[in-house]
Nanobody, 124 residues
């Protein structure tokens, strides 16, 4: 049974930083492309950032220069490092895993597994 468990969300002031973690189990983590999506109330789930199984990354324009992603295959964990947070970054952040492939998917449909989400709230 595959599980993705996010942690690290919370309330932060604008300009602050947070690090989200996503711990995976039940899959060969090192073979999977991993990504973070976010969903604000009343909006669609949007791609934020992703990392391929080989370490290549893709970043949405809205967070470029502020967010980075990393993975620790020994710990089956992917991290989202968020800096210079803005109120518009407020959303539920979801971790997702996609079957091995050369390219990162920027839409939610192809992803096989999802975490339960963690709330990030940025106050102005």
């Amino acid at each position: 049974q595959v599980q993705l468990v996010e942690s690290g969300g919370g309330l932060v002031q604008a300009g602050g930083s947070l690090r989200l973690s996503c711990a995976a189990s039940g899959l060969t983590f090192s073979n999977y492309n991993m990504a973070w999506f976010r969903q604000a109330p009343g909006k669609e789930r949007d791609f934020v950032i992703g990392i391929t199984w080989r370490g290549g990354t893709l970043v949405a324009d809205s967070v470029k220069g502020r967010f980075t992603i990393s993975r620790d295959n020994a710990k089956n964990t992917v991290f989202l490092h968020m800096n210079s947070l803005k109120p518009e970054d407020t959303a539920v952040y979801y971790c997702a895993a996609d079957r091995p492939g050369p390219a990162l998917q920027i839409v939610a449909g192809p992803y096989d597994y999802w975490g339960q989400g963690t709330q990030v709230t940025v106050s102005s």
